[in-house]
C-alpha cells in the first residue's frame, strides 16, 4: 500500500478495524467466581438463591404483627442473625430479633430498639412508625433471574453479585491474546545503554501496561530492529500466540520504517497506513484470518491514543462488547487550530466545575504532559474553532 495514498477518515478506519475484529474467535472455560474478576462473561448468570432469602429484619427490634400497635407486649423470644425463630406471634406479642436475622411467622414490622424498654419479659414500645423494617423474601432478586447479561466485563461489584445469588462457577471467555512488538534501532530497555541517539523503550511498558489494566493477556513483549526481514519475522511469529499483534514505529515516511511492508511480506492484509487523525497519521493496519495486526506510529502519546481509539475497542469487539462510548462535556477557555485537514485527539482534563481542560504539550512525543490528562477532547476535520463552553466529545482513559 502507498505511503501517498490518501488519509482514510476516522469512522471509515474504525469500521474497517470493528468488522476485521469481530471475526477474532474466544474460546470460553469455567472458572471459579472468585478468580473473575477482570474477565469477560460469556453466558448470562442465573441466580441460584433469592434474594433477601428470607423475610429479614432490616434493623435492631421487636417483631410484631401487622396493625397489632400497642403500648406493651410479651416477649417471646430472641432472634440473632443466622438464626431461626421457633414461635409465630399472636396479638400483644413480639420478639426481639437483631438486624439481618429471619423475622417471626406472623411478623408484620419491626418496632426499632431505640423506641422500646423491655423489663421482665415485657417490652414497652414509644413510638410507633409507619415503616414495615422487614426486606421481604425475593424482593432484590428471585432464583432462576439472570443477574447478569453476557458479554460484560466483571468487576468487584459483579463478582460481589454473583457471589451473593449463589454462583460459584461462570463461564468466561478466553482473554484476548496480545503480542507487543517495540520496532526501532534507538530503543533500549536499560538506562545503563542509553549512549548518543539512544532512549529507553516506553512505549512496550506502555502497551503491556494498558493490556494488563484492561484484563487482555500479553504472550509476547520484544523489540525488533529496523530491518525488513526481522520485521517480517517478528511478526509472524507473534502471530502464532496471539489474537492481535501490537508494533510500535516504523510505519512513517522514513527509509528505515519496514512495518507496513513486512505486513505485506507475510501475507497480511493492509487496509490502511494513513489515517486522517492528529496525532496518528502513520497508523496502519492489518489483518490475516481471525487476527488484527496494528501498525502504532512510534511517538508514545500516539501509542497512548490509538489504544485506546482502536486496539483496545477491538479486544471489546473480540468479546462481543460494544466500545464505550464518548462523552460530552463542555470546554473550559476558546480553542483553536490552524490546520483542519485531519481530526484532532487533544489530551484534556476533566475539572471539578465538569468541563474539558485542554492540557498544554508539545506534540506526540510529550508523553510526560499526559499523566495530567484524563482524555482527549475530539476536534473534526474541518473545524478550527471551538468557543467556551461549547460541548466537546471527550475519551476518558483515565
Ligand atoms: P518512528 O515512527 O519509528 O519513526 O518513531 C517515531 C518517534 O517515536 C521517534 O522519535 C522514535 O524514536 C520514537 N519511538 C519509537 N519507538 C519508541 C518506543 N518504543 N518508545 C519510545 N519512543 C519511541
Ligand atoms: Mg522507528
Partial sequence: MHKHSEMILLDKALGIVDGCAAS?????EMIDVRDSAGRVLACDAVSQLALPPF?????????????????????????????????????????KVMTGAPVPQGAGKVIMVEFTEEA????????????????????????????????????ALEVANLISCGISKVQ?????????????????????????????????????GLCGKYALDVTCQSAVKDDRQSTAQAIKSALLSSDIVI???????????????????????????????????????????????????????????MFHLFVLRAAMTAYGMKPAELIELPISEDFKRKKTDRALFAPGVITTGGKVKPVKYH??????????????????KGIGAIAVDEKVKFMRVK
Avoid: Q, W
Avoid at 60 to 69: P, Q, R, S, T
Avoid at 123 to 141: A, L, P, Q, T, Y
Avoid at 183 to 206: C, F, R, Y
Fill in 55 to 95: 423475610n429479614k429484619s432490616a434493623m435492631d427490634g421487636y417483631a410484631v404483627m401487622d396493625g397489632d400497635e400497642r403500648d406493651e407486649y410479651e416477649v417471646l423470644e430472641f432472634i440473632a442473625a443466622g438464626c431461626v425463630p421457633t414461635l409465630a406471634l399472636k396479638p400483644a406479642t413480639a420478639s
Fill in 172 to 208: 468466561v471467555f478466553k482473554k484476548v491474546r496480545v503480542a507487543i512488538l517495540s520496532t526501532g534501532d534507538e530503543i533500549v530497555d536499560d538506562p545503563e545503554d542509553i549512549a548518543p541517539g539512544k532512549i529507553m523503550d516506553s512505549n512496550g511498558p506502555l502497551l503491556a
Fill in 247 to 305: 508494533l510500535s514505529g516504523g510505519v512513517s515516511m522514513g527509509d528505515l520504517d519496514f512495518v507496513d511492508t513486512a505486513m505485506g511480506d507475510i501475507g497480511l492484509k493492509v487496509h490502511f497506513n494513513r489515517l486522517a487523525v492528529k496525532p496518528g497519521r502513520p497508523m496502519t493496519f492489518a489483518s490475516a484470518d481471525n487476527k488484527a495486526v496494528f501498525g502504532l506510529p512510534g511517538n508514545p502519546v500516539s501509542v497512548y491514543l
Fill in 363 to 380: 506534540g506526540s512525543a510529550h508523553l510526560i504532559a499526559l499523566m495530567k490528562a484524563d482524555g482527549f477532547f475530539f476536534v473534526e
Fill in 120 to 155: 421482665d419479659g415485657v417490652v414497652k414500645v414509644s413510638r410507633h412508625s409507619e415503616k414495615s423494617n422487614i426486606c421481604v423474601m425475593g424482593e432484590d432478586v428471585k432464583p432462576g433471574d439472570v443477574v447478569l447479561k453476557a458479554p460484560v466485563s466483571l468487576g
Fill in 24 to 28: 477474532i474467535a474466544l474460546d470460553t
